[in-house]
């Protein structure tokens, strides 16, 4: 089975809203600060954006907090093309732990990791919808730890589902992840080595 090429499908939306002189809205559910980088930088070009921080999987305050100040002080260096805006969720972190109660002992990437896209993207989609956005999509597929089609095809379904559509994507393509690499160290972003869970730092730790 070939692999579908979501950069190209993210260009064809791109070709047709330019070629309209249209400028989308879009949703843009954020993990943290050096993955948004590059999508930001890249977006802000054809989309009119706001950045949805929903991320209940971090599960110490600390940390989500830092994560949020670091993103919205990227929003206020970074010069955009269209102004870039930003929501945040309540924080809830147990949110997460129902969602994936019984997947304690599950590896990183497996049905844990696929019941923690589906909870932040179904309320990204849900967000998506109340606010009238034209789009929703994540920053998740710009690491070269997350599973693109798996984030594409959980994507599509919660955009199925509340009936707003959903903006295919795999940031990693055009070197999306070295450039937000190069970002993240132009402004000094905080990089995390872990995705946020306890799950996943005590993979981190153990490492």
């Known amino acids: 089975m070939n692999k579908i090429n979501y950069q190209k499908d993210l260009d064809r939306v791109i070709e047709a809203h330019q070629a309209r002189g249209d400028v989308p809205k879009l949703l843009l559910h954020v993990c943290c600060a ?4 590059y999508c930001l930088e890249y977006l802000s070009r054809y989309f009119d954006i706001t950045v949805y921080y929903y991320n209940p999987n971090i599960s ?11 993103e919205k002080r990227f929003i206020s260096l970074k010069e955009f093309k269209y102004p870039v805006k930003l929501t945040e ?21 497996g049905m844990r990791c696929r019941e923690c896209f589906k909870l932040r993207l179904e309320a990204s989609a849900k ?16 690491s070269p730890l997350k599973n693109a089609a798996l984030l594409n095809e ?31 160290r132009e402004y000094e ?17 153990s490492d």
């Open 89 to 109: 969720s309540e924080y809830n972190p147990q949110e997460f732990f129902e969602a994936v109660r019984g997947l304690e002992q599950e590896p990183e990437g």
């Open 127 to 142: 967000k998506a919808k109340e606010q009238g956005f034209d789009y929703f999509t994540t920053t998740l597929t710009i």
């Open 154 to 184: 959980i994507g599509a379904e919660m955009g199925e589902k509340y009936g707003v559509s959903w903006l295919y994507s795999d940031f990693k393509k055009k070197e999306g992840y070295k450039r937000s690499i190069e970002l993240s």
């Open 189 to 205: 972003l905080y990089r995390q080595n872990y995705c946020g869970c306890v799950f996943s730092k005590r993979q981190s730790v």
């Open 34 to 37: 050096p993955c948004s980088s």
């Open 60 to 70: 110490i305050k600390e940390e989500y907090e830092y994560r949020l100040s670091e």
